[in-house]
């Protein structure tokens, strides 16, 4: 796996799925970025550089925790583009990756060529999502055989009597099958003070990121499922009007990894998007 080095010395890996003009990937979590696997087989139509955000998959742990800190892994994409020699390039974020990429674009608009946020987080830019918000959506998957102990686990998490997060996650997804099970484990977080130092105070600024991306030239692909609870339609289209140029996916009978529950329709148009 090719690495390269961070600017605080942190050495840092990355995977390379395809041929073709690169799109670099972060992922969510933070987590070991294979979970992102080829995205459904979008390598197919693009050099994906996926990276292992610091402390995670093959990437080295950093000496200094609060740079697990969403902010500051900006500093780590904009060395990979500099590694790759790359004057622009175009982003996709998935998940907690798009509060990343998205601050990247804020920070950086002259380096992006387009931008693609996928079941995107939505705390960089301010937008809440109500544990009601959730709830509604939650309840269209009534019908499933693993709904009556989900939607308990779900309902405790939100009044705050419950941390079963393992039993929600069959609503992640549009198929509660093998694939979304492993995949499911694939993208589970490991490194739990990356995670808690991820969000840590002084990682959003949503006023100053809502005012760059009301600037950015790049034109912009937010791409949800229909049954996505982390990223739900509503919350996703209204991320999608703060930028000039956007386009606005709800992926049909898919959760939080549409390239899993369809990978044609998913590499459809974010292939399209991308040209």
């Not at 929600?168 to 490991?190: N, V």
């Not at 739990?192 to 912009?220: H, I, Q, S, Y």
């Not at 949800?224 to 609870?229: K, M, N």
């Amino acid at each position: 796996m090719p690495t390269f080095t961070a600017p605080d010395g942190t050495r840092l890996a990355y995977r390379v799925h395809g041929d073709g003009e690169p799109l670099l990937c972060v992922p969510g979590g933070p987590a070991d970025s294979r979970y992102l696997g080829d995205l459904g087989g979008l390598a197919a139509h693009r050099r994906l550089i996926v990276l292992d955000l610091r402390g995670t998959g093959r990437s080295a742990l950093p000496e200094d925790p609060a740079s697990y800190r969403c902010d500051r892994l900006v500093d780590d994409v904009e060395a990979l583009r500099r590694h790759l020699g790359l004057d622009r390039a175009d982003l996709l974020g998935h998940s907690a990756g798009a509060n990343i990429a998205t601050q990247y674009a804020a920070r950086h608009p002259e380096r992006v060529g387009k931008l693609l946020l996928v079941g995107p987080g939505t705390r960089a830019v301010g937008i809440a999502i109500s544990g009601e918000t959730r709830r509604a959506l939650a309840l269209r998957r009534g019908g499933e055989p693993w709904f009556p102990a989900a939607f308990a686990a779900l309902e405790a998490i939100t009044e705050g009597t419950g941390t079963d997060w393992a039993a929600i996650d069959p609503f992640f997804h549009g198929r509660w099958d093998a694939a979304a099970r492993e995949l499911q484990e694939a993208g589970r977080p490991a490194n739990r003070e990356a995670v808690a130092e991820f969000g840590a105070e002084g990682a959003f600024d949503p006023a100053a990121t809502r005012a760059a991306l009301n600037a950015l030239t790049a034109p912009a692909l937010l791409l949800t499922g229909e049954f996505d609870l982390n990223s739900p339609p509503n919350a996703v289209a209204e991320f999608a009007g703060l930028f000039p140029d956007s386009r606005l996916v709800v992926q049909p009978g898919a959760g939080h990894y549409p390239w899993l529950d369809d990978a044609d329709r998913f590499v459809a148009a974010t292939a399209g998007f991308l040209g």
